[in-house]
């Protein structure tokens, strides 16, 4: 068994961003788990490469739905990356933070924090961007943001004929503002992928607080009562590792909702079926999966011009040359070069729709064998899908995969939007820019006219875009998995960062958006950790003196900023300072005993003959489940006791129902005299330091 501060499950994006950010703390010890193993492969860092990767079974967890009915009972593949790095070094590196309004919807849904203007500053933290500054844009950030090395004809010419169809330019869509076509920023660094695992985490690998452990799966997470104090992996053997603070799931939207599932965390119908005994229920965890749901029209072009020809025989040795001596070529490039925000209709608030333009074409479905012929793609996918679908496990076994059930294109909403794209891209098409280009239509081809025939083509022929998003979503509602602060809810110890908290799906590619929730969950767990950053083995801690020295003022106010910063306000009773300007006044602060966490803080005030009086600061809510409350009551009465009171009065206003249980739970009555309690060895304890440091 090994203790660490902190235990991150997965080393994909995410994980990679938290594994780097809290070790920067030399005093945090960090242990990173990641199922898969560390490869070596230039293919990871050739933008090309992705091509070749997926579907890879050293590379790739191969996950695939549950036939889907909306689909005519086709099984779609969800690539996710099994090895160290994840997702994050096998996806098409397309750089999209989304919308403005994205972030200000989950802000209005009760998430504190998560406004444009609050998760910008993250954004920014974690870029370079290279070709497109601004206020808006990141300067000296791990991961380099930029156009392609280079232009291309026929994205070029999709460019113009889009502004003669009547859409716009778009100099910077990851301003916030996202109408508008143009190229792709891609996170790349001259024709090297920009991964989260070679700017994150190969940097903190050297750190002596670091401790990497790959071909580690996890097994379950372990309870104890109402706090996760660990997990279960397999190294060689079953091992178990201890977290003195918390575990952070980062092990993605799919496998993040499958180990809380496997350790009893859910919906209690799932787990039973499942054979996993319930040990939290939960019933949102593994609900509200969403993913972008994209056709791909495609066309015959005339001009040898297309990825098609210079990835076949002397060209592609010729390509491997160029990008060799000069990192350019098609290997420097994302296979989507050129992007379309757009509204579905004109009345529209902002674009609801999202276009990938390809020079280049494939064969039916989710194939990626280029075709023979010149050609080139656009895909396309409503970029706020209705349409939600679940993940849970089928058995305990943590080997087995979950089910995923899709349901793509379910909601009328998503497939008026997916007809609506289909009509837009063909008149882009039909514009002359691309007429001097386009021969005809391959895919649907142009006797696929009707909804009707477009929606069936959409069904048969469509593709997830592997953007999975929501299984562990954050909210404040029963089904909500995790709060505003990423804590899955109800219990303590155990956080859930990653793509799986988003309540909505961003609009656009989820990389960025992903990074950025690492960024800003690693601040989160940072600023609980400076504000609960005691020896180990201090349980409570006792201050007395006058409340405007800086030791007790320090105290106070860190205790009301942490108070205000948890809970509602209108659970926290904080003392006036004014009334603290007395002599007599004593304040007691309870620390949880591995984690240091501020739980409680109250304070004795002497009043005279043989009478003190309480008065409550805040006792958080889950300490008083957890009896941490009692004990702090235990601990004030003693501290009155031992400046001579015979009897303790209780503040007015704090006497509300739930406070006077706890008050009788430790042998209190109503502004009555003190009653004798059972002491306990923690109790000893706490009374023997008070003492100790009176």
Known sequence: MSDYDY???????A???????????????VLLLEAGAERRSPLLSIPVGEVLL???????????????????????????????????????????????????????????????DE????????????????????????????????????????????????????PDYNSGEQEGFGYYQVNHDQGRRSSAYGRYLLPARKRANLTVVTEAPVQKLRLEGERCIGVDYLSGTLQFARARREVILSAGVIQSPQLLELSGIGAPAVL??????????????GENFRDHFASRLKWRIRQKITFNERTRGFALFKEVLHYLARRRGVLSLPIALGHGFVKSREQDPRPDLQFHFAPASYGPGSSRRLDTLPGMTVGLYPLRPESTGSIHIRSSDPAVAPVIESRFLEHEDDQRRMIAGMRILREIAAQPALRAYCDHELSPGPEVESDE?????????????????????????????????????????????????????VSGNTNAASLMIAEKGADMVLQDYASSSVSRQELFS???????????????????DYARSLYPAESVHMLDVAQLKAPGVSFLVAREFNSGEVLGCGAVVSIGNGEAELKRMFVADNARRRGVGVRLLKSLEHLARRNGARTLLLETGVSQPEAISLYRGAGFRDRGPFADYQEDPLSVFMEKTIDEQA
């Open 54 to 116: 997926m579907g890879n079974p050293k590379y790739d967890w191969c996950f695939e739905t549950r036939p889907d009915p909306t689909l005519g009972g086709r099984r779609l593949q969800i690539p996710r990356g099994r090895l160290l790095g994840g997702s994050n070094l096998i996806n098409g590196m397309i750089f999209v933070r989304g919308q403005r309004a994205d972030y200000d919807e989950w802000a209005s849904q009760g998430n504190a924090g998560w406004a444009w």
């Open 15 to 29: 994980g990679c961003v938290l594994a780097a950010r809290l070790s920067e703390n030399p005093d945090i010890q």
């Open 272 to 285: 039973e079926k499942a054979g996993v005994a319930v040990q939290h229920v939960l019933p949102g965890v």
């Open 542 to 560: 006792i201050v007395e003196g006058d409340p405007e020295e800086q030791q007790v003022a320090s105290l106070l106010q860190r205790s009301e």
């Open 453 to 505: 025939e477009l929606l069936e083509f959409a069904r048969t022929q469509g593709d997830t875009s592997y953007h999975p998003v929501g299984t562990c979503r954050m909210g404040k509602d029963e089904l909500a998995v995790v709060d505003q602060r990423l804590r899955v809810r109800g219990l303590r110890g155990l956080r859930v960062i990653d793509a799986s908290i988003m309540p909505t799906m």
């Open 119 to 170: 998760v910008l500053p993250y954004f920014k933290r974690l870029e370079t961007s290279v070709d497109v500054h601004g206020e808006t844009r990141g300067q000296d950030g791990p991961i380099h943001v930029a156009l392609p090395r280079e232009r291309d004809e026929l994205c070029d010419a999709f460019l113009a004929a889009a502004g003669e169809a009547g859409h716009l330019r778009n």
């Open 7 to 13: 235990i991150i499950v997965g080393a994909g994006a």
